[in-house]
């Protein structure tokens, strides 16, 4: 993990070298960013990089809507069930989720806001995937649903999506929403493997599978986006 002062304002940001051809920076918080680089890219050329767009990085950090630290997270809802988070400084990175004792152990190397967003990240994503899955065998029993495959991703509006094919794709952030709005955005794409559009039809038809559908659906709108956590 890096730390830059721009305009006396302090940065944390890591270097993720790959596969690209051109130096790329992506905002992950107000204070802290993401740069992508080729591989033998040079620490100098990162750096006179950010220099050059310092003032571009200034101004739409502030444009993101304040969130609560992960660092500070003391617990997690996911689906309504409370997961307590216990952060602890070890030399090896690990999350551990456990389940029956609705309990978080995150183990982490740096103690910074980029590293544990990285980490708590990549253990609950699959975590939410199992979720995601899970809910939509249930549903398919219930109402008769035929999907292919089931896919999660992190959008920073969008709750899921249908293919032309039946597959599904998720957000796979709608696990720290409450059961009946979780439950909706499935339904929502599951109803799409039928009817591709927004007519009328199709909310008729949603409506069938959610009485509440409406209140759902403008929830979302207003709402849905403040529980997100991760960008």
Known sequence: ?????????????????????SIR?????????QI?????????LIKKFIKDNSLWIINHSQKITSKKAILDLKSLQ??????EIQWIKTQRDS???NEDEQKIYSNI????????????EAKLRPFALKLIKKELQDLSKEFGFKYNNVTVRNQSSRY?????????????QIIFFSYPQFRHILLHELTHLDIKNHSSKFWSQLTVY???????????KKEGTKYFLFS
Not at 1 to 21: A, D, H, V
Not at 114 to 119: C, D, M, N, R, Y
Request: aromatic fraction near 10%; include cysteine; charged fraction near 15%.
């Open 1 to 21: 993990m890096n730390i830059i002062s721009l305009q006396n304002q302090s940065f944390e940001y890591e270097t993720n070298r790959k596969g690209i051809r």
């Open 25 to 33: 920076l992506k905002l992950i918080s107000q204070n802290s960013f």
């Open 36 to 44: 992508s680089c080729p591989h033998l890219t040079p620490d100098f």
């Open 78 to 83: 996911i689906l309504e069930n409370i997961y």
């Open 95 to 97: 999350v551990i989720i």
């Open 109 to 120: 190397t740096t103690i910074s806001e980029t590293h544990a967003k990285k980490i708590l």
């Open 160 to 172: 899921g999506s249908c293919s032309g094919r039946g597959n599904l794709n998720f957000n796979w």
């Open 210 to 220: 959610d009485s509440n559908c409406k209140n759902h659906n403008l929830w979302l």
